[in-house]
């Protein structure tokens, strides 16, 4: 399985992918159009690119999902449910965050809706959701991890500054923020539940 990147409107400049395919979605697809990157599809509404910027998403576009203004989902979602659809195995969405707060919730939340396999993804920030299971964690350069629990989940962390052992944590709770890994790789253990992971430096 192949791993994918979604661009959305918000993305100003592409990060160091190898090897992977990319989807535009909305005016994301536009940012890519004009950087003539090919896309194994565009997806969206479209309700915010010309005539003339459409065409030039259809010509760097394997295929062109045109999804109806009037729907029950975002566009973010719409290009992340397609992509799940098709099978691929990793889902790094760029430009998800810094705009419109209910638009960078939605883009968290896919997250959770997908863990291990939806990863937010900027200069900054490494953001995703661990099922249940044994993770290694890389520190790949970034100083803090914070922890967040949509529902209640069962957790223990190794080689943090902080340790937890079998701890309940719930969306109530938020002193999972600013923990540190100690060397280069930390561990997480979700014994039930999901836990969102954000990767981040100042």
Not at 119 to 142: P, Q, S, V
Not at 144 to 149: G, P, V
Not at 164 to 174: A, P, Y
Request: proline fraction near 1%.
């Amino acid at each position: 399985m192949r791993d994918c990147v979604v661009v959305l409107k918000l993305a100003d400049h592409l990060l160091d992918f190898k090897d992977v395919d990319y989807i535009g979605a909305d005016k994301g697809a536009l940012f890519l159009a004009r950087k003539k990157i090919r896309m194994a599809f565009s997806i969206g509404d479209f309700d915010s690119v010309s005539e003339n910027e459409r065409g030039l998403i259809e010509l760097y576009s394997d295929e062109v999902i045109a999804l109806n203004p009037v729907k029950n989902n975002s566009d973010s979602e719409a290009a992340v449910d397609e992509a799940i659809r098709r099978g691929y195995r990793r889902i790094y969405i760029v430009g998800a965050t810094g705009g419109r707060l209910d638009h960078e919730i939605v883009n968290i939340r896919l997250c959770w809706k997908y863990p291990d396999r939806v990863i937010l993804f900027d200069d900054k920030n490494y953001t995703r959701a661990l099922g249940e299971g044994a993770h290694r964690i890389d520190k790949n350069g970034y100083q803090y991890l914070s922890l967040f629990a949509e529902n209640e989940c069962e957790i223990s962390l190794n080689g943090f500054k902080y340790e937890l052992d079998h701890r309940v944590i719930t969306e109530r709770d938020l002193y999972g923020l600013s923990n540190e890994i100690l060397g280069e790789t930390g561990e997480i253990y979700v014994h039930r539940g999901s836990v969102l992971t954000v990767q981040t430096n100042d």
